[in-house]
């Protein structure tokens, strides 16, 4: 009786060993999981620093070049008054995980839409020989090229900045920005976003709107010195 007690008390042993030991190794496999998918996700998904790098190494730039034009006019260096922001993304596949506009297309995308290589190796809109707003790749350091993309380079999305003041007044200058950013999106079959990423809606272009015609009516819509 005592020694088929002890069997007992050691087949429970290993069993409640057993048990714990699978339960320890269930958790280890779902921790994997877990970091595997957060992993992932990390790669699909852009951070709002990497959708916003862009926009602001766009502003130093501006700033940089235009702060002689203030200095010499008596200003104190300041840099734009006013930077707008949109986005074109890729649409989200059934996963969640963010598509990418591939080279090819987005290089005809661009094109049909009138945009121009040039300087910080992005796209530009230019009217009298100078940019009316600026295209770029939402991932840092946002650079679009025509070779990246004759090359197969693709991206998630694509941010357009407008920086006023510019060759045109800013309502103007608004407009072109929209009107593109909507033919991007059709080209491309992306999505329109705002500067944080968000659905842009009818309410948030009226805010647009109302924010870039308030600097128009405090600058009397003079456009900058060329």
């Known amino acids: 009786m005592e020694t088929a007690l002890r069997w007992i008390l ?16 269930w958790r280890e496999r779902q921790a994997a999981r877990r970091r595997l998918a957060e ?9 709002p620093e990497e959708a916003e790098a862009a926009l602001a190494a766009l502003e ?3 700033r940089r070049r235009r702060a002689p034009d203030r200095e010499s006019a008596g200003g104190a260096g300041e840099g734009p008054e006013l930077v707008i922001a949109l986005h074109v993304a890729a649409r989200r596949g ?51 090229e025509p070779e990246m993309l004759a090359g197969g380079c693709g991206t998630p999305g694509l941010a357009l900045f407008l920086a006023l003041p510019g060759p045109v007044s800013g309502r103007e200058a608004f407009d072109r920005m929209l009107e593109t950013a909507r033919r991007l999106a059709a080209h ?18 009226a805010w647009l709107r109302e924010r870039v015609a308030g600097w128009d009516l405090r600058h009397r819509r003079r456009p900058a010195a060329p």
């Open 10 to 25: 050691l087949a429970a042993g290993l069993v409640l060993v057993a048990g714990l030991w699978g339960w320890g190794l």
């Open 60 to 62: 130093r730039e501006v």
């Open 39 to 47: 992993a992932r996700a990390a790669r699909a998904a852009l951070t």
């Open 188 to 205: 491309l079959d992306g999505e329109l976003l705002d500067e944080r990423r968000s659905a842009l809606t009818p309410q948030t272009v």
């Open 94 to 144: 059934p996963d969640g995980r963010r598509g990418r506009f591939e080279g090819e297309a987005l290089a005809r995308a661009l094109d049909q839409c009138g945009l121009e290589p040039g300087p910080r190796r992005i796209y530009h809109h230019m009217s009298q020989g100078r940019p009316v707003f600026s295209v770029a790749s939402m991932v840092e350091p946002g650079h679009l």
